[in-house]
């Protein structure tokens, strides 16, 4: 491990009371998706000039510790001509770098996904840390059915999250651990609740094996949520009971936070959970923070659609979203339910 005491320090930063992650790392195919949507131009100048919307939005620190990039923005510079990476140390805003290359289905279970990417993992980690990079992003998804997710898909994507931790640590980056249990499907909150808890399971035994060091990774995962397609659905305090009852019952103490992600959740709706969850969170060891992408920018952009006279509106509505979600994370837990902790 290059410098434990460093990576403490970028984790703890990270998860620092009232801040979250902004997660911009989409892909270029994924950004220009979203283009298509809203009628603004596929080209690197558009996908350039919205992150600087999102970088340079001000007073953006007081609600954001870091944000994750993509290969393209970590070496893009605002129309100045100044790196973005140099914008956000100005902002104190540490930059992340997503590291993984995509998923691929398993040749056994082929609805099933494998996440790619170690082969150069430790030559790239190294590059992106010469660039500034201070943190890195690895997400594994994992499908829920009546007969999936298949342990071996739990087990090989918890071996690769492990391996890419522990390559990072190495290299000087601190490791955010992103495990995903999607809620696309059917299936109900009980259900997603056993999966969450056999996948963290699975991945802080790996974690172990590798001889990662907690203190110096975060953890991103879903909250606990029925599938989108289930006529059921939780309420916001049933999410935030087993989101917590998972959490408790899988995560280690020494963790150095935990970051929900979204997971297609609407904006509000993942901000109402993540208010929940830190007010019955009397007893969590670990900061509960957010590392969101949609749920942050989805307004944002569209109000943008490229425009350059709407770049302001565009800022003033990711800015709102971001003191909703860090307003959340500071919702402290009753009288009473620090008694029952």
């Given at each position: 491990?290059?410098?434990?005491a ?9 998860v ?9 790392d ?29 970088l ?44 993984d ?6 040749p ?14 430790r ?5 992106y ?12 998804v ?16 918890a ?38 808890v ?26 606990v ?28 103490g ?39 992408g ?48």
């Amino acid at each position: 491990m290059s410098n434990p005491a460093q990576l403490r320090e970028t984790a703890r930063r990270l998860v620092a009371p009232g801040v979250g992650i902004l997660a911009i790392d989409e892909s270029t195919g994924t950004c220009n998706k979203r283009f298509e949507k809203l009628g603004i131009p596929q080209t690197e100048q558009k996908r350039r000039e919205y992150r600087e919307l999102l970088l340079t939005a001000p007073g953006l620190r007081r609600y954001v510790s870091g944000a994750i990039l993509y290969d393209e923005t970590l070496r893009q510079s605002t129309q100045d001509g100044v790196p973005f990476v140099e914008v956000m140390r100005e902002n104190e805003i540490l930059p992340g770098i997503k590291v993984d290359t995509g998923t691929a289905p398993i040749p056994a279970s082929p609805a099933e996904k494998v996440t790619h990417g170690l082969g150069d993992l430790r030559e790239r980690a190294a590059q992106y840390v010469e660039l500034g990079a201070r943190f890195a992003k690895w997400r594994a998804v994992i499908t829920i059915s009546a007969n999936l997710p298949s342990p071996a898909c739990i087990r090989i994507n918890a071996h690769k999250l492990a391996r890419y931790a522990a390559i990072c640590q190495a290299e000087g980056l601190v490791p955010i651990v992103e495990p995903e249990v999607l809620m696309e499907g059917a299936h109900t909150v009980e259900r997603c609740y056993d999966v969450t808890v056999r996948t963290l399971e699975a991945l802080f035994a790996e974690l172990a094996s590798h001889e990662v060091a907690l203190e110096g990774m975060i953890l991103k995962c879903n909250m606990v949520v029925a599938g989108d397609q289930c006529e059921e659905q939780a309420t916001v305090g049933e999410v935030a009971d087993l989101t917590l009852a998972a959490l408790l019952s899988t995560v280690p103490g020494e963790v150095a936070g935990v970051a929900f992600l979204s997971g297609g959740q609407s904006d509000r709706l993942a901000t109402e959970h993540l208010r929940a969850i830190n007010a019955r969170s009397a007893g969590a060891p670990w900061p509960l923070t957010f590392s969101f992408g949609r749920a942050l920018q989805q307004q944002a952009i569209e109000i943008w659609r490229g425009d350059p006279q709407r770049v302001a509106l565009a800022q003033a509505a990711l800015l709102e979203r971001a003191r909703c979600n860090s307003d959340a994370t500071k919702v402290l837990p009753s009288p009473l339910e620090r008694l029952l902790a």
